[in-house]
């Protein structure tokens, strides 16, 4: 079966870093998206990894390793409005993105 | 209209309805998805359409429906709610064949089956 795996909650404080992964067994690859997704509103896109490597786009950054199945969402300098759920997919070999359940960052003073 | 938007944004419905969510996009994109939003779980595919007249099966496609008549619209009919029909649903639309190929997704209808 499909997998995607990521932690249901983590907790960070304003103004620090913080890391979310998620590992995925699939069947194919071709390429691995992170969404940001505020509490009653819809995802929205964060970033793209199709090569290994790492991905950067301001405070966020994402990093890739295709022969781990890895993959992690990096966010700096954070701020009280990144209190979010991210939501990490993965395009498998019929084009279709599985979806993991999301990972709660709550964000503290 | 600028990007997608759904209708109704939230629905109560009694269960043996029928019931369609309303979906329209206004950046030409070519494939078009619906998901439902369950707590706990991931997204889960419904259905999709890669283009004007052809749609596909995702994942949970039982008791629902969709068409295509046109590039802009997909609707998606539940013929007879069910009370595990109650979930958030989001419709999606992609530039597929263009690059990353990135979904960008509506605000969502709540739906309640009673």
């Known amino acids: ?109 | 209209i600028a990007g997608i938007t759904q209708a109704p944004t939230s629905q109560i419905l009694a269960a043996g309805r029928r019931m369609t969510l309303r979906c329209t996009q206004d950046m030409r994109h070519n494939a078009m998805y619906w998901y439902r939003q369950d707590l706990g779980l991931g997204l889960r595919l419904i259905h999709y359409s890669n283009t004007a007249g052809t749609t596909g099966k995702g994942e949970v496609p039982d008791g629902y429906s969709v068409s295509r008549a046109n590039t802009d619209d997909f609707p998606l009919t539940l013929a007879s709610a069910v009370p595990s029909q109650t979930s958030v649903y989001f419709c999606a639309s992609s530039d597929a064949g263009g690059g990353t190929d990135t979904q960008y997704f509506g605000p969502g209808t709540r739906l309640t089956v009673l």
């Not at chain 1, 390429?31 to 199709?50: C, D, I, K, R």
């Not at chain 1, 009280?80 to 991210?86: C, T």
């Open chain 1, 1 to 109: 079966g499909q997998n995607i795996d990521q932690p249901t909650e983590m907790t960070a404080t304003e103004g620090a870093i913080v890391q979310i992964n998620c590992t995925y067994q699939t069947s194919g690859f071709n390429g691995l998206f992170w969404y940001q997704q505020h509490a009653g509103e819809a995802p929205t896109f964060l970033s793209y990894n199709v090569l290994d490597g790492l991905e950067e786009k301001g405070r966020f950054s994402s990093f890739l390793s295709r022969s781990k199945g890895y993959s992690y969402l990096l966010l700096k300098e954070l701020q009280m409005k990144d209190s979010a759920s991210y939501l990490c997919a993965v395009r498998d070999s019929n084009y279709q993105l599985i979806w993991g359940a999301g990972t709660k960052l709550i964000i503290k003073p």
